[in-house]
């Protein structure tokens, strides 16, 4: 086995739990999407506001435990609004986003299918363009390496105590609305 092997094995065991936990917490149904979709079923907004909550705390802590380094992207904020929007059509036509089509593909669900067969379609373009894309689309309106709390001149852990904040609120709100 090579170097790699074991970063491969360890990816490959993250995304099985990953699609593992999609399914068992209802998130790869069709329905539940779709609910998200028409403000009727807020448990895709719930894992998702979750996992960025939990996920923060996480990787600022092992960042502060000095276990890890933040290796921030640059936020080209034209490529990544055109991003948004065609992975947003794409999720409102198929009815699910990458993870939770993987997931439900994996569960048998055949309408998935066509959704890789797009994200694979969508990948080898992309690939093909990257070139010209690179060069004009993606250094369009580019803020750099840029965070939150450094845009805002505060500590992440700020950042992160009002998004919690925030979250727990909203999940408060939301259980009462129904």
């Keep these: 086995m090579t170097d790699t092997a074991p970063r491969l094995l360890l990816g490959?065991?993250?995304?099985?739990?990953?699609?593992?936990?999609?399914?068992?917490?209802?998130?790869?149904?069709?329905?539940?999407i779709v609910g998200q979709f028409l403000l009727r079923d807020f448990t895709?907004?719930?894992?998702?506001?979750?996992?960025?909550?939990?996920?923060?705390?996480?990787?600022?802590t092992l960042k502060w435990m000095g276990l890890a380094a933040l290796h921030v992207k640059p936020a080209p904020l034209i490529a990544v609004t055109l991003g948004g929007l065609v992975f947003g059509v794409g999720m409102v036509l198929?009815?699910?986003?990458?993870?939770?089509g993987v997931a439900a593909a994996a569960e048998g669900q055949r309408?998935?299918?066509?959704?890789?067969?797009?994200?694979?379609?969508?990948?080898?373009?992309?690939?093909e363009f990257y070139g010209l894309l690179s060069s004009t689309l993606m250094k369009w309106y580019d803020l750099?390496?840029?965070?939150?709390?450094?845009?805002?001149?505060?500590?992440?852990?700020?950042?992160?105590?009002?998004?919690?904040?925030g979250a727990l609120l909203l999940f408060r709100r939301l259980e009462r609305a129904r």
């Design 12 to 32: 490959l065991f993250t995304g099985f739990l990953f699609g593992f936990f999609l399914q068992k917490g209802h998130v790869a149904k069709f329905r539940v």
């Design 44 to 60: 895709v907004l719930k894992t998702m506001l979750t996992a960025i909550v939990v996920g923060g705390i996480g990787v600022y």
């Design 94 to 100: 198929l009815g699910y986003c990458p993870g939770t």
């Design 111 to 127: 309408d998935a299918l066509f959704g890789i067969l797009g994200m694979f379609a969508g990948s080898a373009i992309f690939a």
């Design 144 to 165: 750099g390496p840029v965070t939150i709390s450094g845009l805002l001149g505060v500590p992440a852990w700020s950042v992160l105590a009002v998004l919690t904040a």
